[in-house]
């Protein structure tokens, strides 16, 4: 009997039109930057270049940033609310309507699997745009007073790991807020970004309202401390979120800051096991591991340890390693050969402090950048990788013995964004949930989002929340409080 | 012996399985329906789902005529393409086994076996004698697979070592003779919990197979109720080292239905199951719909109903 081997099922890369190169989009348009310093973006399942990313510096940014000052005090504030909502609903049929041109992008520049890329980011995206389509001209209900207003232009940075769901959960609530953006794409991942401007012209969206510029960690630092921003929103490392939070103090300045997490994931002895596997899975391999609010600490009760590793042994075996573009890979590229040398770095700990790591076996590509999956267990506390945010496919185990236990070890972190409850026992779930201290608590099941839920983290993991009524007034301010 | 079968050490068995979340377990069924199956493994896919089939005829009108016509269609399911395997089985009431294991003998069908429903099917409500003459008639007419129901009535009122027992009884009348497939009518039982649980019963009463559904009842052969049948299978035989096969029935007409169950089958219960004699498909219109789609492979384009024979 020969076995069922999957045919490669790829998706299309015809659908995608990528520029050889791009300019910056500023004012409705798109504009060479005026050093004309560029760099390049790549596919990281092949490291071939995807296009020529121009290289904003200073000067740009503070083009950026005067147009969309005055697309705010000219436009957008003035327009009737009504109106916005309307701009933000067109641009998620947009979207919609663009859906697997957007997926294929964003799965060449990212290296996500393309199952993911279709069936997460982009719906999710489309969603956020249409949920706060709705807010638009409802902003009186929102929890900020009787007659919230904008707060003008705000600058806002974006990570790699999912770029373009990332760019919608900042720039929906801020336009349906009334201010007007100027966003800045990860270095590694700016294509879907780019391509959102095209959405943005192709929607009659005013010129200047969403303004796109490329760059570096130089280049957000820049935006960061342009005196003429009103907020800073940013998602990535606590590293640099401590740092934005050092050069924003002592200035009007207000800040989202998503920053890392090291969520625990804690399976009871009562919890469903098989569908406590594939949550575990989906808690750390879901986009390679590339997701702050991982499940990347699993406690499992000691009473079943070793029947639950084992069962996820078994199911990591069968986790499909490989092309990001085959609609059956469950897990793509990493994302650089910079991250992948951080997740091997941290990871080399685990061994070296003595852990016992196990990767399950998979053929992975010669080119490009890959890392099979990976369980540590007999870890600790004491551990590097029980306690820093590896931001990979790699998945500490420890082992608890009474609920109270998982609960002190799960809070005793210098995170707080997410962390996972496994239990068929609801009176226990409910109790778990009050104790532990993260921002996203799901329980029996892991990696659930959607535009109506906030989410933000606790300690180290972040200030304010993103989506639902709580995101949204992050982007707004009540009267009295506005600089006449 | 892991239960000697009084109704505590089931009991006990049974309180010591771990839950089903019903919400987990429809995302992972559904996940794993996204699969796309293309090109060299379609066409595997096909020829194993064709060999897997229980072509079955369970009707008050079935007749001598109608029998022995879908035994023609089992032996040689595409008469234009003799590179197409025959079937899994016939699957009929036992008044109609004779004539089936007949007319397949007479035509070359040597090799495909003849499965009965049994036991009172599809209701499963007559007392055990009747149940265990219905059984011992098919064996005589020359049946080599039984296909049984459970009693739900007593399942549903927590007699579970009723159902254990009469399963055990009818597994001793098929002794050698015949294999035992164990049809729980899932969507009479209807959690997951359940289908877990009596999959178990079954498994421990000696089934051969686990079935899920008469195909007289819908909701049948769901994704999510295959998917904890078959990994109640893999889990019994990291248990006892005993392979128990699975058979849904019951709502699978398209190929495309066919490759997800054999989906579900590779990443649950393994590659192993991958197999007529670990996995069945009990079906009627399913298998005009599979040599439809491979005469698609073959030729490059969809033919009509009337190029697929249809008995």
């Known amino acids: 009997m020969s076995e069922f081997e999957y045919a490669s099922a790829p998706e299309s890369k015809e659908i995608a039109k990528i520029a050889a190169s791009y300019d910056l989009f500023i004012g409705g348009k798109f504009v060479k930057a005026k050093k004309g310093k560029s760099f390049d973006t790549i596919n990281p399942a092949t490291e071939e270049v995807l296009a020529k990313i121009a290289y904003a510096d200073k000067l740009d940014i503070d083009l950026a940033v005067k147009t969309a000052r005055s697309a705010y005090t000219k436009i957008w504030s003035k327009m009737p609310a009504k109106e916005r909502g309307k701009y933000l609903y067109r641009i998620a049929r947009i979207l919609q309507e663009r859906a697997r041109e957007f997926a294929v992008v964003e799965t060449l520049d990212n290296g996500k699997p393309i199952r993911e890329s279709r069936d997460t980011d982009i719906p999710l995206a489309a969603a956020h745009f249409f949920y706060h389509a709705g807010w638009a001209d409802k902003l009186e209900y929102a929890g900020v007073g009787s007659k919230p207003k904008a707060l003008g232009v705000v600058g806002q940075i974006i990570p790699w790991n999912f770029p373009l769901l990332m760019l919608s959960w900042k720039i929906a609530p801020a336009l349906a807020a009334g201010n007007t953006v100027v966003l800045k794409p990860a270095e590694t991942t700016p294509l879907t970004a780019l391509l959102f401007a095209e959405v943005c012209q192709q929607a009659g969206l005013p010129d200047g309202v969403v303004n796109i510029i490329t760059g570096d960690g130089i280049t957000g630092a820049a935006l960061v401390n342009h005196p003429d921003i009103n907020k800073i929103a940013f998602t990535g490392s606590t590293e640099v979120g401590k740092a934005i939070a050092r050069s924003i103090a002592a200035t009007n300045k207000s800040a989202t800051l998503e920053l890392g997490g090291k969520a625990a994931n804690i399976v009871f002895e009562d919890a469903a096991f098989d569908e406590a596997v594939e949550g575990i899975v989906n808690g750390i391999f879901f986009n390679q591991g590339h997701v702050c609010c991982a499940g990347s600490r699993l406690l499992l009760q000691e009473n079943i340890a070793d029947e639950v590793v084992e069962k996820l042994k078994k199911r990591m075996s069968l986790i499909r390693v490989g092309d990001p573009m085959d609609k059956n890979t469950d897990l793509g590229a990493i994302n650089s050969a910079e991250q992948l040398k951080r997740i091997k770095e941290i990871s080399n700990t685990g061994d070296a402090e003595g852990a016992q790591r196990w990767s399950a076996e998979c053929k992975l590509p010669t080119k490009g950048f890959w890392m099979a999956p990976t369980i540590f267990t007999g870890v600790s506390q004491a551990h590097r990788i029980a306690r820093e945010e590896i931001f990979g496919p790699v998945l500490s185990v420890l082992t608890f013995r009474t609920p109270a236990e998982a609960i002190e070890k799960a809070n005793n972190t210098m995170y707080g964004l997410s962390a996972g409850i496994w239990s068929d026992k609801g009176s226990k779930i409910l109790w778990a949930a009050q104790k532990l201290k993260a921002g996203v608590i799901w329980s029996n099941t892991f990696n659930k989002f959607d535009p109506a839920s906030p989410f933000g983290g606790y300690k180290e993991s972040g200030w304010g929340r993103e989506g639902g009524r709580h995101g949204l007034a992050g982007y707004l301010t009540s009267e009295s409080k506005v600089k006449k | ?311």
């Open chain 2, 1 to 311: 012996m892991i239960v000697d079968g009084s109704e505590k050490s089931l009991k006990d068995f049974l309180d010591d399985l771990p839950p089903v979340d019903q919400v987990g377990v429809e995302a992972r069924a559904t996940m794993l329906a996204t699969r796309s199956i293309k090109t060299t493994s379609k066409a595997w896919a096909i020829d194993m789902a064709i060999s897997m089939v229980d072509l079955t005829t369970l009707e008050g009108a079935d007749t001598p005529g109608k029998v022995k016509a879908l035994c023609a269609k089992a032996v040689r399911p595409d008469p234009t393409d003799l590179t197409v395997p025959s079937v899994g089985a016939i699957c009929v009431y036992n008044d109609m086994v004779k004539v089936a294991r007949a007319e397949l003998d007479l035509i070359g069908g040597k090799h495909i076996p003849v499965a009965a429903v049994s036991t009172a099917f599809p209701s499963g409500r007559a007392s055990m004698e009747v149940k265990k003459q219905d059984t011992l008639d098919a064996l005589n007419a020359g049946a080599t697979e039984i296909d049984m129901v459970i009693d739900r009535g007593a399942f549903l009122a927590g007699k579970i070592s009723q159902v254990f027992e009469e399963i055990k009884i009818i597994k001793e009348l098929c002794g050698n003779k015949a294999h035992l497939k164990v049809i729980f009518e899932t969507g009479e039982l209807v959690t997951y919990d359940n289908v877990r649980k009596a999959s178990f019963i079954a498994m421990l009463a000696g089934a051969d197979f686990i079935k899920t559904s008469t195909g007289k009842v819908a909701p049948a052969a769901t994704a999510p109720v295959v998917l904890v049948m078959l990994e109640a299978v893999r889990d019994y035989f990291a248990l006892t080292g005993l392979k128990i096969g699975v058979k849904p029935a019951g709502g699978i007409r398209t190929t495309k239905d066919a490759i997800k169950q054999l989906v579900l089958v590779n990443e649950t219960a393994g590659p192993d199951w991958l197999t007529p004699s670990l996995f069945r498909i009990g079906a009627s219109a399913l298998l005009n719909d599979l040599l439809m789609q491979r005469m698609k492979m073959r030729t490059g384009h969809y033919a009509s109903a009337n190029y697929v024979t249809m008995d």
